[in-house]
């Protein structure tokens, strides 16, 4: 692949409404770089090869996590769609359309790849582009490890020229960021899980320094407004990375939990569910209830950030 990998999306895509993990997003991103590269700009219905070995080179993962997320967004994918409204050429009413991203996808274990077309109907939103697309390179988002983080800095993206977006309604947001209707129904769990997460995921690891304001009617919060300006050295330094907001960035991290209570977490039948693909079925983690909880315990003590889904404490309450 080139060394300036764009992820280009017309804003109907941009502005979907989807809710896809973080491999599905990612194997995503790589198919549309790869769709560039065959020079399939015009016509994308080839069938497009992406390798594990891209994905353990761009997102910096182990050999066998890449292939495992090959594997599990494999499935996602398929089973995935996204929504948006226009406006119907012929009858000139609000429509809503309905699309599958892929209509057909296969894994190759021995390979280490998948294969994969998009629907018909997915190929003009990624190549046939009109003045109203959102450009970025892949690189900014290639850090980020919460499904939210990503769709918010492409939502972001859209408006660059501005360093600012238009009000966005909370029902509108959720749905933009694929946030569960059951999840996060509270606004101050809203804003700590999924806004607050997001924000200093993007403002760590993008060239992006980013904020919020929200919108009362009355004393409900009913909207909300991204401001962001770009940086040119988005690198980390210890002071920024102090001045954090500790009590956000804390619900993510494993501080003050000891053994035991690791144990409990990683045995918890939620998180088992939200991170098996993490492992190999045939590695000790898969292999046994033992090597899953020596694995799994010695990764949340060595980097708690892959395992965003949700605040690692609320794995306790279960």
């Known amino acids: ?79 995935a769609h996204f929504e948006y409204e226009d406006i119907h050429k012929q009858t000139g009413k609000l429509a809503r359309h309905v699309i599958r991203w ?15 077309q998009f629907t018909d109907a997915v190929i003009p939103l990624i190549t046939r582009l009109s003045e109203q697309y959102t450009e970025y390179e892949l690189k900014q988002v290639s850090e980020l490890q919460s499904e939210y983080s990503i769709r918010l800095y492409e939502l972001m993206m859209q408006w660059k020229a501005i360093g600012k977006t238009n009000r966005i309604s909370v029902d509108d947001l959720r749905r933009k960021l694929g ?16 806004l607050d997460h997001a924000i200093n995921q993007i403002n760590n690891h993008t060239d992006i320094k980013a904020e919020y304001e929200q919108h009362k009617d009355g004393r409900v919060i009913a909207g909300f407004t991204f401001k962001f300006k770009v940086r040119d050295d988005k690198r980390k330094t210890t ?33 088992m569910a939200e991170y098996n693909h993490l492992v190999s079925p045939t590695s000790p983690a898969g292999q046994s209830q033992q090597g899953w909880e020596f694995e799994m315990i010695n990764r949340l003590k060595k980097d708690a950030s892959q395992f965003s889904k949700r605040p690692i404490k609320d794995y306790l309450e279960y």
């Open 102 to 116: 892929v209509q057909n996808i296969t894994y190759i274990d021995a390979a280490g790849m998948v294969e994969l």
């Open 179 to 194: 946030v569960d209707p059951e999840q996060y129904k509270k606004m101050n769990n809203f804003k700590a899980r999924v």
């Open 1 to 79: 692949m080139s060394d300036k990998q764009l992820i280009t999306k017309d804003n109907k895509l941009i502005s979907a409404s989807y809710s896809l993990g973080i491999p599905e997003q990612r194997l995503i991103f790589l198919a549309i770089i790869e769709a560039r590269e065959q020079k399939q700009l015009i016509d994308a219905r080839g069938v497009l090869q992406i390798k594990a070995k891209s994905y353990q080179e761009q997102f910096k993962v182990e050999k066998h996590t890449s292939y495992d997320a090959l594997k599990s967004a494999t499935t996602g994918l398929f089973d």
């Open 239 to 271: 002071t920024e990375t102090e001045k954090r907001d500790v009590d956000t960035a804390d619900i993510f991290t494993v501080k003050g939990l000891n053994d035991k209570q690791l144990g409990r977490i990683v045995r918890n039948p939620a998180f």
